[in-house]
């Protein structure tokens, strides 16, 4: 199986702030990746897929980067309901793996 | 509207079963894979188990398979998590999710490939696993 790894675990930031999450495979998943945010008690949302293409209806100030083994989630500009947990996914190979989640917290 | 709801949580002991369903609509649910995902207590999501459009291709996680069926009935708009063997560790938020699909063009080797994503969740169902 291919094993996800999220970077950092955690993250403070404040309102406004340019923050950038770090997801990397335990091999080579091209392009094949999704990241998800998800709010305290709700269902997960797509942000990004295929690496970086954005989802229909989801902000601009999302962006997503990366190819292989190394890939990036950024937020620029933070906004209050951006404070959440962000977790990538896999979908080079099956099982689907996700990473282990990133919290994003206010500072 | 595009929707997922889940049903069939309950708290059952070490052993039990459950069957969890998932009751789409709003879409064309026979186009679509279907998949389950969990979510522990405090911990992250979990990919358990994806079925085809027929029902004739499903994957399971290493951890469920064996005590985990999935199906899906496309007449009744739902697919299903057949749980068998229950453990205190399969404690967690069930969600069913739609897996879409888009194609696109890879932008250094000009090839297409298609990408799939979960791109519509239901609000999932609880199972707790107690004596």
Same mark, same amino acid.
């Given at each position: 199986d291919i094993q996800m790894t999220q970077s950092p675990s955690s993250l403070s930031a404040s309102v406004g702030d340019r923050v950038t999450i770090t997801c990397r495979a335990s091999q080579g998943v091209r392009s094949f990746l999704n990241w998800y945010q998800q709010r305290p008690g709700k269902a997960p949302k797509l942000l990004i897929y295929a690496a970086s293409s954005l989802y229909s209806g989801v902000p601009s100030r999302f962006s997503g980067s990366g190819s292989g083994t190394d890939f990036t989630l950024t937020i620029s500009g933070l906004q209050p309901e951006d404070f959440a947990n962000y977790y990538c996914q896999q979908s080079y190979s099956t099982p689907r793996t996700f990473g282990q989640g990133t919290k994003l917290e206010i500072k | 509207e595009v929707q997922l709801v889940e049903s069939g949580g309950d708290l059952v002991q070490p052993g039990g079963s459950l069957r969890l369903s998932c009751a789409a609509s709003g879409f064309i649910f026979s186009s679509f894979w279907m998949t389950w995902v969990r979510q522990a207590p405090g911990k992250g999501l %979990?990919? +358990?188990a994806n079925i085809k459009q027929d029902g =004739? %291709? !499903?994957?399971? +996680?290493? =951890? +469920?398979?064996?005590?985990? @069926?999935i199906s899906r009935d496309n007449? !009744?708009? =739902?697919v299903y998590l057949h749980i068998n063997s229950l453990r205190a560790e399969d404690t967690a938020v069930y969600y069913c999710a739609r897996d879409?699909? @888009?194609? !696109? $063009?890879? =932008?250094? @080797?000009s090839s297409s490939y298609l990408y799939d994503y979960m791109d519509v969740w *239901? $609000? *999932?169902t609880t199972v707790a696993v107690s004596s």
């Open positions: - | %979990e990919w +358990v =004739s %291709e !499903k994957y399971y +996680v290493d =951890s +469920v398979r064996g005590r985990f @069926t007449a !009744k708009n =739902s879409g699909i @888009t194609i !696109k $063009k890879n =932008s250094d @080797t *239901g $609000k *999932g």
